[in-house]
């Protein structure tokens, strides 16, 4: 393993080495893995003196670390576009992990590695592995459903903070450890309350949304209910259309038209998102297909405006860059690949503009009205007599035959001056 705090066997002995303060010094450290790991192109980074800081993440990855640094500048991990490896993603410590099955095809010996079936080969385990361990270390057969405080993280830096759900909702980026488990708490409240009871298919209304167990469309809407003559039976028209008919006594789940609606955001935004990385997957492929493809010859600059300030400190966090704060809001950019400052290869930023205070007043933009046609005989301010110089009217219509410029009766004119 290759370190930045390797020193000269002479100046270990009387502590003189560069790195004695460091290795003494509780700090952040950022861990590289080798070529070769499931971990490759990735990086962690945690906090403490040098031995705690190696302790912990040995316990989470093993000994397989290829570099232990003081300083993402160190780590090079901007140069080699390393993407970072939040404190959730971490695998299981080791010492948790016992002999189960992770899968159809592998198994997990005690010492935390992952054998395929197929080839025979021990690796470390990955992120679907790592949700099995964790479910069979904590015993706890509700750990792929339910919602509950699954882990949280603390970091010392803005953005580094963050909690995660069971379900595998991640509240990531926020600046303290508080925000971030006030959202999770929310989530876990408003997803474990209590359903609403089922009602029979006879009392169905029109406007009632019937569950359907689909997560992107939880609900589909009631538009006509009608009995059969025995009245053993109900025929339902639902949105679609559709048609169903159920015994009149069967019971039904319903969900809130708001479930369904927040539902079908989170389809289009999904939607939206694969779009957006189908494009980027795209426009990588034809680069790569056609060497003459045009490129800028600098700078390729990419840029977005985020949602929300906690948004932009969850890209710096996750891709290890400073927050830059600005009158207009929080700003993070990511300069990849080469030293050069001024002209990277790539350079991507995203920003998010400052919440609106409560009290903020917008002013209303005044829509444009076509003016109405003057009555007949009506003195518009087109007709009125002007004076040129300040602009001053009489109050009267003139005529054609009226000079332009007359007698200013407004004291503070030019004209009346030059009299």
Known sequence: MTTNLQAAPEQVSDGSAPGAVLEDEPRSWWFTFPDGSAYAGRYAVTHGTHDAAMAEVTAHFGPTIAGQFASSEEARVAHLGLMRLRRDQWPAPVVEQTAAPAGDD???????????????????????????????????????????????????EPGESGAACACGLTFDGFDSLDRASELLDRHIAAENQSAPPPVPAGELQPGMWVATGDVDAPGIEVRYVEQSEDGRWVGVVFAGPSYAEYPIDVPLYLVDEELVEQAAARARARAHRAQQIECLRRLAQLAEEDEHFPLPRYTLRIGGGLDSPEAVRRVAAVLDVEVTKSDYGLRATWRYGGADELNPPVEVEMSAAHPRSGDAKSTPVPVPVSPAAPAAGAATLDSLRRCRRCGATTGLAMSPHDPVEYECADATCPQAGAR
């Open 106 to 156: 592998s198994v997990v010996n005690p010492g935390g590695l992952v054998e395929q079936a197929a080839t025979g080969e021990w690796r470390r385990p990955g992120d679907a592995d790592t949700a099995v361990l964790q479910a069979v270390a904590a015993d706890d057969e509700t750990a792929a459903g339910g919602h509950r405080m699954a882990s949280f993280w603390k970091g010392d």
